[in-house]
């Protein structure tokens, strides 16, 4: 048999595997990798080489990608601060914002079911003299507005608060929070890293003065990030976390990432362009999903708000069926228990838990997660797949305790 006659079949084990873990990290589109690729090699210059063709290209291409971001969010070009991703914008909003203004108050207020990269930022902090309160959600994982206008005071510098929730989905009334923090003078910062490109943001309407976000979680490339800092009405000061260049108007040095930035923008003007399509596409196709798993399995519990949620989140527990077991039955299907920065850890989702869930189906709980590039086909066959390895757990475990 001829070489060109042979039958080429794929050894790679990812390529039989359903991907549903979209809220840990999303393929790169096709049309971002396209735009990227000249500026590793025949445009490989550096933004800040301004002596010669290079890095003007590399320049301009920055820019671009500047003002796509801005225009994702309505923002202004000049307020996108770059950088490595949404853990480094929180980072440089909240230490930058605690040390400018440490003269004016060292009171923080964020919520309990935040990402770890507030979390363990504001920690840290507490460390260093802020002091902090973090405030419950009720048991569908929504914030009371009231609660936090209760704690506002003459010396609270900053709230910070997730857009929409890594783990369960659920998206929080932040115009509401800005009117009150814009009223009482108290900076809003955002973590919209799982938001932004799926829901619509207008960073003035909804009177946001910081916004993290990362490239990875809108089909852009991983180790790109941006930090929206307002510029006017008011204007926000930050001290910077990285010295060494005055980068990104001084606010964080180091030599740019040109291809992720292009990334990253090409991302911005594709979800620009596409959300609205893309959301109710994704929203039909989680609502299928769960459709055949409530129907086909009794004590199937929905965590989080059951409509205000992104399109493409389910997190599920299955009365006694704990998650590891199910992940251990499931090697087709990629799924996680909780938020990839914190799933090394075994203890309950600290999420989960905050709605006031018992530690079994906290400990139970997966997140389902999808996006762009799923089918009706995998969702079919993903969740009769699921409803396959709980009934094998159940039975399992039926046949133990007789």
């Excluded at 010669?52 to 996108?80: T, Y």
């Excluded at 920690?123 to 973090?134: K, V």
Aim: aromatic share 4%; hydrophobic share 40%; with cysteine.
């Amino acid at each position: 048999m001829r070489a060109e006659d042979a039958i080429i079949v794929s050894t790679d084990p990812m390529a039989s595997v359903i991907y549903l873990d979209y809220h840990a990290t999303t393929p790169v589109d096709p049309r971002v990798l396209e735009e990227m690729l000249p500026y590793f090699r025949e445009r490989f210059g550096n933004a800040a080489s301004h002596q010669h063709l290079f890095g003007w290209a590399a320049a301009e291409a920055v820019e671009l990608a500047r003002s796509r971001v801005a225009s994702l969010i309505g923002a202004d070009p000049a307020e996108i601060i770059f950088t490595s991703g949404a853990t480094e914008s929180i980072n440089l909003a909240l230490k930058g914002v605690a040390k400018a203004y440490k003269d004016r108050g060292r009171h923080l207020a964020t919520w309990v079911t935040e990402h770890k990269a507030t979390l363990d930022t504001v920690h840290r902090l507490e460390q260093s003299g802020c002091r902090a309160t973090y405030l419950p959600v009720d048991h569908l994982g929504m914030i009371d507005p009231g609660q936090l206008e209760a704690t506002l005071g003459s010396d609270t510098i900053l709230t910070s608060l997730l857009l929409a929730n890594n783990e369960i989905g659920v998206i929080q009334p932040v115009a509401e929070i800005g009117a009150m923090t814009r009223g009482r003078q108290i900076l809003l910062h955002v973590d919209a890293a799982q938001a932004v490109g799926k829901i619509p943001i207008d960073v003035n309407a909804m009177k946001i003065d910081l916004l993290s976000m990362s490239g990875h979680k809108l089909y852009g490339p991983k180790g790109i990030g941006a930090l929206y800092v307002r510029r006017r009405q008011p204007r926000v000061r930050l001290t910077p976390t990285l010295d060494g260049g005055g980068h990104e108007r001084g606010l964080r040095s180091g030599t740019l990432n040109v291809p992720g930035i292009v990334g990253l923008g090409k991302a911005c003007e594709i979800a620009a362009e596409e959300m609205a399509q893309e959301h109710q596409r994704v929203a039909a196709l989680r609502d299928r999903m769960w459709s055949r798993l409530s129907s086909k399995l009794e004590g199937t519990i929905l965590h989080g708000h059951p409509t205000r949620r992104l399109a493409g989140n389910l997190n599920i527990s299955f009365e006694g069926v704990g998650s590891s077991e199910l992940l251990a039955e499931l090697p087709q299907i990629a799924l996680s228990s909780g938020s990839a920065c914190t799933s090394a850890h075994p203890e309950p989702s600290h999420v989960i838990r905050a709605l006031g869930v018992s530690e079994e189906l906290a400990k139970g709980a997966i997140r389902v997660g999808l996006g762009r590039f799923n089918t009706e086909d995998e969702i079919d066959r993903a969740g009769d797949e699921i409803i396959r390895a709980v009934k094998v757990i159940r039975n399992r475990k039926s046949v133990m305790a007789r």
